[in-house]
């Protein structure tokens, strides 16, 4: 069996990190917060996903080139309207943008 021992510096760096990990995890699921909209599905079948651009560009190239293209409504937030994708692909897609 082998014991690991830290330091105490490294304990609260481990401490630090794993407390910023849940804090950025918390601002991801946060849904007051947003400035973008992703309408997903058909009418009769669609789904909204609010989203930060900061986290959607910086994670994914395609959401980089979609909302430099989107201007802004009067509430500063953009849309974006996805209707070639279900709600479960985009569901694996946005979790997969927020989560790896």
């Known amino acids: ?3 690991l021992t830290f330091s105490k510096e490294k304990q609260m760096t481990l ?3 794993k407390k910023l990990s ?3 995890l918390e601002l991801l699921d946060d849904e ?3 400035n973008v909209i ?3 599905g058909e009418s009769s079948n669609a789904k ?3 989203a930060h651009s900061a986290i959607l560009k910086y994670r994914s190239l395609y959401f980089r080139n979609e909302l ?3 201007n802004r409504d009067k509430n500063n937030i953009k849309t974006v309207n996805l209707n070639d994708v279900t709600i479960q692909q985009f569901e694996i897609i946005i ?3 927020r989560r790896s």
Do not use: A, S
């Open 1 to 3: 069996m082998i014991i």
């Open 15 to 17: 401490e630090f990190f």
């Open 22 to 24: 849940n804090n950025y």
């Open 32 to 34: 007051e917060d947003f």
């Open 38 to 40: 992703i309408n997903v």
């Open 48 to 50: 909204i996903f609010r």
């Open 68 to 70: 430099t293209n989107i």
């Open 95 to 97: 979790n997969f943008i």
